[in-house]
T-cell receptor
Framework: KQEVTQIPAALSVPEGENLVLNCSFT??????LQWFRQDPGKGLTSLLL?????REQTSGRLNASLDKSSGRSTLYIAASQPGDSATYLC???????????FGPGTRLSVLP | DTGVSQNPRHKITKRGQNVTFRCDPI?????LYWYRQTLGQGPEFLTY????????KSRLLSDRFSAERPKGSFSTLEIQRTEQGDSAMYLC???????????FGPGTRLTVT
């Protein structure tokens, strides 16, 4: 059974700092991995999708990498801003269950 | 592309009552997923449809829960005889194909008193 974990659970950084969020999954047989952002009380906003054949994806200040062999993905945020404050979730698409398995999220606070 | 919509946004009900939620996916998306999210946790998969066929159901989906997608467009999730433990955010997502990017709706927050 696929399990997804995220470290750290919470992170607080000053504005302008570069940061890395970590996601680990137990079963490397995944179709893809998706990173989301969730603001309090809201739905999820898709940030980046990495297919299993890809190593990384970039969008603006965000870069996500995928290493299936080690069961890890990272989300790199450059030059963080207060507007980046939110919970960041990763989800691995499980080949067997045909559905996304989510991690618990990392709650990010960027201080002005 | 008008995005995924969900109604109602909030629902307060008394224990034992039935509730129904609706999800309208992005029009060209053939896959539709339902998730449940409790405070401080990531979403948990409940069920998904490919067109009108319900292909997978989680063990979380007890016999009090039923989902439909009658014409392969919108979907409904019904909870019968609600319990306090059903209080959660119910999220709907849609995607194009099996491995497409998932787009989420704003969710329906259910409170069972």
């Amino acid at each position: 059974k696929q399990e997804v974990t995220q470290i750290p659970a919470a992170l607080s950084v000053p504005e302008g700092e570069n940061l890395v969020l970590n996601c680990s999954f137990t079963d490397s047989a995944i179709y893809n991995l998706q990173w989301f952002r969730q603001d309090p009380g809201k739905g999820l906003t898709s940030l980046l999708l990495i297919q299993s054949s890809q190593r990384e994806q970039t969008s603006g200040r965000l870069n996500a990498s995928l290493d299936k062999s080690s069961g890890r993905s990272t989300l790199y945020i450059a030059a963080s801003q207060p507007g980046d404050s939110a919970t960041y979730l990763c989800a691995a698409f499980d080949n067997y269950g045909q559905n996304f398995v989510f991690g618990p999220g990392t709650r990010l606070s960027v201080l002005p | 592309d008008t995005g995924v919509s969900q109604n109602p946004r909030h629902k307060i009900t008394k224990r034992g009552q039935n509730v129904t939620f609706r999800c309208d996916p992005i029009s060209e998306h053939n896959r539709l997923y339902w998730y449940r999210q409790t405070l401080g946790q990531g979403p948990e998969f409940l069920t998904y449809f490919q067109n009108e066929a319900q292909l997978e159901k989680s063990r979380l989906l007890s016999d009090r829960f039923s989902a439909e997608r009658p014409k392969g467009s919108f979907s409904t999730l019904e909870i019968q005889r609600t319990e306090q433990g059903d209080s959660a955010m119910y999220l709907c997502a849609s995607s194009r194909g099996q491995v497409g990017e998932q787009y989420f709706g704003p969710g329906t927050r259910l409170t069972v008193t």
